[in-house]
C-alpha cells in the first residue's frame, strides 16, 4: 500500500474517501468503456497505472476544505466527474510519456509501448484525451471546459519545451522549474483550484489551492527526478536512469554542474554526453547538489503548505497538508 | 492550386468563402500561439500542412446552406471558431497519424515526426488537440463541447481499431467500411452537422449534413486508399505504399482478395505479407477490384449528394455538391 493510501485510511475522512474514489474509479471505467473489444482489452491494461489516485483524491478534498467540511452531502457527481476528468488526463500524460521516455516499465507492469508498440500507446493516450474532455463536457459548465482546456495547453508546451531542450546541458534552474511547473505543477494546481471552485470556495481560497497543488506537483517531480537517477526499478515499479539515458537535465544534475569548478564540470559534461551513470555517481557523492535538492523539494513543500492557512480548520485541510508531507518520501 | 480551392474560386461564393477562410487561418494561429519560441516554430512548420481547408469550407457551406443564404452576415465569429476548431482536430491526426505510419513527407514538406522524432510529434499533436478543445470551450456552449468529444471519441477508436487490426488479411469489407467511418467520416460528418446547427438548421436538415459529410468521408478515403496504392508522392505531396508496407488492408486489397480462386489467394497472401509491391501489382492488374473500388466510392458520392436534397435550393448547397464530386478526383 502507498504512504497516500495508508494516509488517507488511517485518518477521520478515510472511509468517506475510500467510497468516493471507489465511485470515482466506477465512474472511469464506465465512460472508457468503448463497444469495440480491442479498445476495451487496452482501457484494461491501463488500469492498473492507477495508483494512488492522488489528483482526484486532491479534487475531493479541496471540495471539502474550502467549506472546512467532513460531509459526504457535501460532494456530488460534478466532483466526482472532475476527479475521474483529471485521473484519464494524468493516465493520458503517463501512456505519452511512456513513449516519449521509451519506458518499458511502469507501476510494476509492462507498458502499453513495450506491449502493442509506439503507435499504439499514441492512439490510446489520444483516446483517453478525448474521452476526458468529452466526460467533462457533460457536465455542461463551459467554466469548467475551459479551465480544463487552458491546462492542458500549459501542460503540452512543458513537455514540448522539455523535449527540444534535452542534451541542453546549460539548461538553467529557473528553466527547469518553469517546466516542471508547467508539465507537473499545472494540473495538479487545477485540481485543487476546480475542487475548491466546485465546493463554492471564494477567489482567494481557490487561488490558494491552485498555488498549493502547483507547488506540490513541482515538489513532487524534483522528488522523481532524484528517484531516477537513485532509484531501482523493484522499489519505484517503473523504468529508472532514463533521464541521463536521455539527456534530460534535472535539478539535481543542474546544481551539480554549476557548483563544480571548470575541470570537474568538463568531466561532468563528457559523462552526461556519454550517458555515464557509475561516473555520474562519483561526481554526486563528492558534491552537495542531492542534499541541496531535496531541501530545495523540502522548502516548497514547506511553501505549498503555508497556502493552506488561510482556508477554515477542517479534517480536508489536515489531509492535504498531511499528502504534502507524503510528496518527498514516497516510494520508501 | 487544388481541385478544391479552384472550385471555389469560380463560384458565386468564391469571394466571400476565401475572406472567410482567411479569418479562420487566422484564428488558427493566433490561437495557436505561444509565448514559447520552441513551439511556435514547430506551429509554423506545421501551417504547411493546411491544404485545402476542406473541414473549415464544409463548416461555413452547412451553415449558409441550411438557409440557402448566401450572405456573410450568416456567418459569425462562432462559426470560424468551430472551422478552426475542426482544422485544429485534423491537424492533430495528421501529425500523429505520420507516427503511426512512418510518413517522411506531407503536403512535398517533411513530417514533424521525420525531421524532430515521434518524440516531439506525439507532443505537438497532444497541444494540437488541447488547443482545439480550449478554443471550442470559449464559445461557452456545453452543447458544442460534447459534440466535439464525441467525434473525437469515434475517432481515435477508429484508429485503434484499425492498428490492432494491422496484418489481418482477411478483415472484412464491413469492418473496414466501419473504421474508415469513425476515422475520416466522423469528424467531416460532424463539421457538417455543426454547421447546420450553427446555421439554426433543422434537426432533419443537420442530420441530412451529417451523413453527408459521414459518406464524403468515407468516399475520400476509400479514393486516398487507391492513391496510395498507385499514386506517387510527386503527385500526392505524400509518402506512398505506406499501406502495403504497414499490412494495412484497404478497400482494393480486400475487394481484389475476394475476387481470387483458392490458388491466386495463396499467391495473394504470400505477396502482400512479404510487401512485394510489384508483386501486387501484377494482381490487381488481371483483377476487376481497382475498378469497383472506385465505382464504391463513386456510389458513396451520389449517395452523399441524394442527402442534401432535403435542404433548400441555395449556391452553398451547390457548392457542396460540386465539392464532393472534386472528391474523387483530387490530386489528378
Known amino acids: 500500500m502507498s504512504l497516500i493510501e495508508s494516509a488517507i485510511l488511517n485518518r477521520p475522512l478515510g472511509n468517506l474517501l475510500a467510497d468516493q474514489l471507489e465511485a470515482v474509479s466506477t465512474l472511469f471505467e464506465k465512460h472508457l468503456a468503448s463497444n469495440d473489444e480491442d479498445v476495451n482489452n487496452l482501457c484494461m491494461h491501463i488500469e492498473r497505472y492507477r495508483g494512488k489516485m492522488l489528483r482526484p483524491t486532491l479534487v475531493l478534498l479541496s471540495a471539502l476544505a474550502v467549506s472546512g467540511s467532513s460531509s459526504k452531502e457535501d460532494l456530488d457527481d460534478r466532483h466526482r466527474t472532475i476527479a475521474a476528468v483529471v485521473e484519464m488526463i494524468h493516465m493520458a500524460t503517463l501512456v505519452h510519456d511512456d ?8 507501476r510494476g507492469g509492462a507498458t502499453i509501448n513495450s506491449l502493442h508498440g509506439n503507435e499504439v500507446a499514441v492512439m490510446l493516450g489520444d483516446y483517453l484525451i478525448s474521452k476526458a474532455f468529452h466526460l467533462c463536457s457533460t457536465l455542461g459548465d463551459p467554466s469548467i471546459n475551459l479551465a480544463l482546456g487552458e491546462v492542458t495547453n500549459i501542460l503540452c508546451e512543458g513537455e514540448v519545451i522539455q523535449l527540444q531542450r534535452r542534451n541542453d ?127 530545495a523539494a523540502c522548502d516548497i513543500v514547506i511553501r505549498a503548505k503555508s497556502r493552506l492557512e488561510i482556508l477554515p480548520d477542517g479534517p480536508a485541510r489536515d489531509l492535504m497538508l498531511d499528502l504534502s508531507d507524503g510528496v518527498l518520501t514516497r516510494h520508501s
Chains 1, 2 share one sequence.
Open 169 to 295: 546541458i546549460e539548461i538553467s534552474e529557473s528553466l527547469y522549474l518553469d517546466v516542471v511547473g508547467r508539465k507537473t505543477g499545472s494540473l495538479i494546481g487545477a485540481c485543487c483550484q476546480m475542487g475548491g471552485v466546485l465546493g463554492g470556495g471564494t477567489k482567494e481560497h481557490c487561488d490558494a489551492l491552485q498555488a498549493f497543488g502547483q507547488d506540490m506537483g513541482i515538489a513532487f517531480q524534483i522528488t522523481d527526478d532524484v528517484l531516477d537517477l537513485f532509484g531501482e526499478t523493484a522499489v519505484t515499479g517503473k523504468s529508472v536512469g532514463r533521464d541521463l539515458d536521455l539527456g534530460k537535465m534535472t535539478l539535481p544534475l543542474i546544481r551539480l554542474r554549476n557548483e563544480l569548478n571548470a575541470e570537474d564540470r568538463s568531466k561532468f559534461d563528457v559523462v552526461v554526453q556519454s550517458r555515464d551513470r557509475s561516473g555520474l555517481q562519483d561526481l554526486l557523492d563528492a558534491s552537495k547538489a542531492l542534499n541541496s535538492t531535496m531541501q
Open 99 to 106: 513513449i516519449l521516455d521509451e519506458s518499458e516499465v511502469r
